[in-house]
């Protein structure tokens, strides 16, 4: 059971299903140079995301249980901004416009989503504590007690 991975210069790799999704993930990691710590995932030529970079136990799920053999997969890294919980995916196959026209806005179009359910969820909480700032401000005002406090001593 095999499937084919496109990265890179119009590169691809046929890569062996029947290993865990850990394996898989790892192997195709190393062989277009990213980082052990990237997050990347893999889409379908249609434009589905097979979300591998959010299997539970990587470790012991198999590959095959989430991809098809003999389907073409285009490599995605996931970046995930900073402080935040929104996640762009980027093409690591280049030009992927130029080979999958429809793609590019596919991926943009994921991107905007997690982007869009962060800051949801980010108003909710905002809605949710309104009163975030008595702290800050009872703070801020313990410290200006110190120090006058501090400044009023005699030296």
Not at 42 to 58: A, C, H, R, T, Y
Request: glycine share 4%; net charge positive; with cysteine.
């Amino acid at each position: 059971m095999f499937a084919t991975v496109r990265f890179g210069a119009n590169c691809q790799e046929m890569v062996n299903l029947l290993c865990c999704v850990q394996t898989l993930t790892g192997h195709l990691k190393w062989k277009c140079q990213c980082r052990p710590e990237d997050c990347i995932d893999l889409m379908d030529e249609k434009g589905i995301l097979m979300n591998l970079s959010k299997v539970e136990d990587p470790a012991s799920e198999y590959a095959s249980k989430y991809l098809q053999g003999r389907q073409r997969y285009i490599l995605i890294r996931a970046v995930r901004e900073e402080n935040s919980e929104a996640i762009c995916y980027e093409s690591l196959l280049e030009d992927l416009g130029k080979h999958y026209p429809e793609l590019p806005d596919r991926l943009q179009q994921l991107s905007g989503k997690t982007q869009r359910t962060e800051q949801r969820k980010k108003g909710s909480l905002q809605r949710a504590q309104p009163h975030t700032s008595t702290r800050a401000r009872n703070r801020t005002t313990s410290q200006s007690k110190r120090s006058l406090e501090h400044k009023s001593t005699p030296k």
